[in-house]
Structure formats: structure tokens, C-alpha cells
């Protein structure tokens, strides 16, 4: 990937904006990855839209449609879940707070699935928009996202997913997914960070939401971040040819590693889905542990995990994912999140299982001491 990218960063500085021979270099590097990334998503290049990431994609997604559906149709009603990434979640709660839209949260199961029913249930002549994540990054869930777009359609509403997560592992073509806008951000699938894009069916009309130039056909200004687009094609190229190779890698080591854990950890819980979940992510609560503090002495071992809550000047907030799926906040502070690569050995986890152990216990005496 770098190599493709190194160029735009040296002697090919060219804007794309520009007139003259460097520029003309350039924008045809950004109109080529335009072609690359929409052949690999099923779409025409007209209706991708570069950003700088997932986060924009999906703001520009939801504010976008959201006024632009106000504008045209007096609808003033945003869906979306309470599983969604804070992109979108606190995108939608601000089109509330400020703009006055009616936000409704669809309900999920106890693995953060949303049901074809509760959403056509939920569905009116003034809905804005939907907006339901694909994949989930918390606790790997994956939502029958074709489903779902088909119901949107029947109702003629504009269906936006979240798939910043999904597009590392699962299905990207739009018109199998029935989706009319989709965000991605190529930091997921080993691309580089500050770059995603938004796919916009043709006919589904947005507002920008950055105003300046006319760039990506006037609906994002900004002079277009080339290297970066270049390398988030040849990346999202990669993906998918080794999708598959990657996915069995990921599917055996990650089962692996849920089979260890629920073995050695007394009491210990995966969250989302056992089956219906991204190939390379495991999830799990632990009773009696701090997630952070365990995050924290995984890291002293060597091993880069997470955990979903925010620990904000230590008093630590339980991720509204997990209490979301009906976790007690309690546990939901327990939280432990692993995800496997592609530079992922099986020796390493037989590493993380040999020793988690012996940490989780050390966790929970010292948990237990304080609360005595
Ligand atoms: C990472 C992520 C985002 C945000 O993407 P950025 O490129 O980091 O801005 C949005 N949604 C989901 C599901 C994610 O995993």
C-alpha cells in the first residue's frame, strides 16, 4: 500500500483541482481510486464520496440526509439503534438537540441485533432516515443489513448503514445489501487513517455539510487528500481478493481463543452474538474485573486489547453498547475485547490464554480488597 501512496506524497504533489499537467496527474490518481473503490462496492464512481474518515462519512450521511429529507419532505423523524457507533449516535442525538429532528432508537435483542418487524414497526411517511451499523465494533453483531434495506425500500425511505467496521471482513456490494448510503474508513482494513468514503445511491439527495469548493461534485469541499485515497483503494483491493484466506485465518484462531477463555475464566460471558458475528472479533464480560486495569496489565504482557468503557478522570463509564444489549452496568465494566489480524499466530494466543489466568485473579482480589 505504501508504495502506491509514496509517490503523491513526493514528486506527484499535484492538486487535483488544478488546471495544469501536475494537477490533471493527480486527479486522475483520485478519479482511479474512485473506479477501484466503486467496481469493488458494486456502484457507479459517481456515487462515492471522499472524507476523511468513518466519522465523517457518517456525519455527512445522517446531517445530509436528515436536511435534505426536512427540505423535501417536511420529514423530520431520524431511526437508528442503540448499538450504533458515536458517530452516528451522537450525530443523530445532535440533530435532535439543535435542529429539533425526533430521534428513535430501534430496540435490539440481547446481542445488539435489530429485527426486519421492529424497524417496519417503527417506520413513517416522515422518516428522515435510517441508520443501522452493519457490524458492530464493540461486540462483533452483524445486523441482516439486506433485510433491513429491503424494508427501508418498500417504505421509500433512505437507508444508511455503518459498515466502517463490516468492510474489513464481509460483503461490501451495495445493491446485495439494498443500502443507499454506506460509510466506510480505510484505518479498518489496514489502509490509512484519516480517509474513508460514503457511498450515496444515485437519486438519494444530500446537503453538504462542508461548504467551500465545488469538490466530489459540490456535496464535500476540501482539496481531496490523494495520497490517502490511493491508498485506501489498493487497500480495500487486498481486502478483497484475501477476503476469504483472511477470514478462515481470523475464524480459526478467534475460536481458539473464545474457547481458552470461557475454559480458564470462571464466570466469564461473551457478549453479541456466538455465531452471527465478525470472523476476527471476541467479546466478553468478566465479573469482578476492571476492564481498563485489565486492558492495562494485557498491555504490560504485550498484548493490545480493549475494553468498551470510557474511563473518564477514573471514575469509569459502562459502554452504552453493552448496557444497551441489557448488560447491568456493573458488568458491562468488565468489559474485554479481542481481535485478531492478519500478522495474528496461534502461539499467541496460547500466550494471551497462558496468562489471563493469573491476571484476572490478581483483578479480581484487588477489586475485591477495595469494595470490603
Ligand atoms: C472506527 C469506527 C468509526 C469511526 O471511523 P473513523 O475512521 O475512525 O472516524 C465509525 N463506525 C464504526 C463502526 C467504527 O468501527
Known amino acids: 500500500m505504501l508504495d502506491v501512496m509514496l509517490p503523491y506524497l513526493g514528486e506527484r504533489f499535484g492538486n487535483p483541482s488544478s488546471v495544469h499537467s501536475w494537477g490533471q496527474e493527480a486527479e486522475a490518481a483520485v478519479e482511479g481510486s474512485r473506479e477501484g473503490i466503486a467496481e469493488l462496492m458494486g456502484c457507479s464512481p459517481t456515487e462515492l464520496i471522499f472524507t476523511s474518515g468513518g466519522s465523517e462519512s457518517d456525519n455527512l450521511a445522517l446531517r445530509g440526509a436528515a436536511w435534505r429529507g426536512r427540505e423535501e419532505r417536511n420529514a423530520n423523524h431520524i431511526l437508528t439503534t ?3 457507533h458515536e458517530a452516528v449516535l451522537h450525530t443523530a442525538e445532535e440533530l435532535a438537540k439543535v435542529h ?16 426486519v418487524e421492529a424497524l417496519q414497526e417503527r417506520m413513517r411517511p416522515d422518516t428522515a432516515i435510517v441508520s443501522i451499523i452493519y457490524a458492530n465494533n464493540e461486540i462483533g453483531t452483524i445486523n441482516p443489513i439486506r433485510e433491513l434495506g429491503q424494508a427501508c425500500r418498500a417504505s421509500g425511505v433512505p437507508f444508511h448503514t455503518d459498515a466502517v467496521q463490516a468492510a474489513s471482513q464481509l460483503p461490501i456490494d451495495v445493491d446485495e445489501l439494498n443500502v443507499d448510503l454506506m460509510s466506510i474508513g480505510a484505518h479498518k482494513f489496514y489502509g490509512p487513517k484519516g480517509v474513508g468514503c460514503l457511498f450515496v445511491r444515485e437519486g438519494i439527495s444530500l446537503d453538504p455539510t462542508q461548504t467551500g469548493g465545488g469538490q466530489e461534485a459540490g456535496r464535500r469541499a476540501g482539496t481531496e487528500n490523494v495520497p490517502n485515497i490511493v491508498g485506501m483503494c489498493e487497500a480495500l483491493r487486498i481486502t478483497m481478493e ?5 477470514n478462515t485465518h481470523f475464524r480459526s484462531l478467534r475460536d481458539a481463543l473464545v474457547r481458552g477463555i470461557t475454559l480458564a475464566i470462571e464466570g466469564v460471558r461473551q457478549t453479541g452474538s456466538a455465531q452471527v458475528r465478525l470472523p476476527n472479533h471476541a467479546s466478553f464480560v468478566i465479573p469482578g474485573v476492571d476492564g481498563n486495569e485489565l486492558v492495562a496489565a494485557l498491555d504490560l504482557a504485550g498484548y493490545a486489547c480493549s475494553s468498551g468503557s470510557a474511563c473518564k ?3 469509569p463509564e459502562p459502554s452504552r453498547v453493552l448496557t444497551g444489549i441489557g448488560l447491568e452496568p456493573s458488568l458491562a465494566l468488565g468489559s474485554l475485547r479481542v481481535s485478531v489480524g492478519r500478522p495474528t499466530k496461534r502461539d499467541e494466543i496460547e500466550g494471551l490464554l497462558e496468562i489471563l489466568p493469573a491476571i484476572v485473579e490478581r483483578l479480581r482480589s484487588t477489586m475485591q480488597v477495595r469494595l470490603e
Not at 100 to 115: C, H, I, K, M, Y
Not at 242 to 246: P, R, T, V, W
Open 100 to 115: 429539533g429532528f425526533e430521534l428513535e432508537l430501534l430496540p435490539v435483542d440481547a446481542a445488539g441485533r435489530v429485527s
Open 313 to 315: 478522570t477514573g471514575a
Open 82 to 84: 442503540p448499538v450504533e
Open 242 to 246: 484475501q477476503l476469504h484466506e483472511n
